[in-house]
């Protein structure tokens, strides 16, 4: 029988818990978690079989421990537990820097049997509560061995985060790191420089944020990410970040000083570049950004038309995510924003609507 332990079980460790319950039903997991009503909401739903007092409640044959909690404090749980670990248990966490948590691992001695892990995975949801066993599916889970990893536990993990359905995907430390400061963190910062931009130029009536096109807030939604988390991936990235930080802003300066020049066949490069390589990337859901299932529909202005629609989609069993008035349309041709759970629900619900006669437009 597979023996497993947590030591956090919010969004992501209590995805993989539930995850390897559905591969493993007969699995043994225990856990401990600063919040004991994720806990109580874990050994309720049978995902894990004992809730710990404590982070060093590891047993004594236990064949994985997942470190779960924020990053910063995932380094110095695995420094408190070093004495408790069996010599048989894979170490991991599930951190998105990863330099530090190695060189703990090596600084105890625990080398060897560490590898650290970074499922590409994410929800609006969070903790406990949001968690789900499908969060992890066909998402890229990153692999970190070091130089002096056993094979044998690299394989060992290799075999479960195929069983929870994700691509393990395998990395160094190093490249891990200067990867997810370009495509995560980076983006972050930006992001919520974004917001602030806007904030801090906007008028007192607020025009800008009621105005706020779709574009705005597609790539300024990840700004609302917990300001503790990102604090820590600032501190423990930093040399990465402010690499890649130093090269954006000359980048921005280069576009800034072409704007001024009124350069016109070099703004056209800027974004033709930018559009080529953008529409070359894989399209996935794993990540952090989810794919976006949704369509805009012409209404009529008059009283029930809304409802009209959601009776229509309902009457055919079509489940809807989320429904809204689109206020401003400046990168949108609808009024209705509809969307849904899956690409499935999307290509039924342009069926009915088209035989219904409503005009409607896919989101890209």
């Known amino acids: 029988m597979k023996k497993f332990f947590f030591v956090g079980l919010g969004l992501i460790g209590g995805s993989i818990a539930k995850a390897l319950r559905v591969r493993y039903p007969s699995c043994h997991i225990g856990a401990y978690d600063t919040d004991p009503r994720a806990l109580e909401l874990a050994v309720a739903q049978q995902i894990i079989d004992y809730a710990a ?13 997942f470190l779960c909690a924020p990053v910063a404090d995932n380094t110095l749980v695995l420094s408190g537990l070093q004495d408790r670990i069996p010599l048989d248990c894979l ?5 998105s820097v990863k330099s530090p948590i190695h060189r703990q691992a090596a600084l105890i001695g625990r080398e060897r049997q560490f590898i650290g892990g970074h499922p590409m995975a994410g929800s609006e949801r969070t903790g406990f509560a949001g968690s ?46 200067y990867i997810t400061a370009a495509v995560s ?12 931009l806007v904030r801090d130029s906007d008028s007192a009536e607020g025009v800008m944020k009621m105005i706020a096109a779709g574009g705005f807030k597609d790539i300024t939604r990840i700004a609302s990410s917990s300001p503790v ?22 980048a921005l300066t280069s576009v800034n000083m072409d704007i001024k020049a009124l350069e016109p066949e070099k703004l056209y490069g800027f974004f033709d570049e930018a559009r080529t390589y953008r529409e070359s990337f894989i399209d996935t859901s794993g990540g952090p950004i989810k794919k976006s299932y949704a369509i805009y529909v012409d209404i009529p202005d008059k009283t029930g038309a809304l409802a009209a629609i959601v009776s229509l989609l309902a009457g055919h069993g079509i489940s809807i995510k989320n429904i809204g008035i689109t206020h401003n349309r400046e990168q949108e041709e609808g009024v209705l924003l509809v969307e849904f759970y899956d690409e499935k629900s999307v290509r039924e619900s342009c069926l009915f609507l088209d035989g219904a006669g409503y005009i409607y437009h896919r989101k890209s």
């Open 53 to 65: 007092e404590s982070a060093d409640r590891i047993d004594d044959d236990c064949e994985c421990l």
């Open 132 to 177: 789900k066993a499908s969060l992890l599916e066909n998402a890229y889970y990153i692999l970190t061995p070091a130089a002096v990893s056993e094979a044998v536990f690299l394989e060992r993990y290799r075999e479960l985060v195929l069983g929870m359905g994700a691509i393990p995907l395998v990395l160094s430390c190093e490249e891990h790191d």
């Open 185 to 196: 963190h980076l983006p972050h910062i930006i992001a919520a420089s974004l917001v602030r």
């Open 91 to 95: 170490i991991t966490d599930i951190g």
């Open 229 to 250: 988390m990102w604090q820590q991936i600032c501190l423990s990235n930093h040399q990465n970040i402010s690499l890649l930080l130093e090269e954006y802003i000359k």
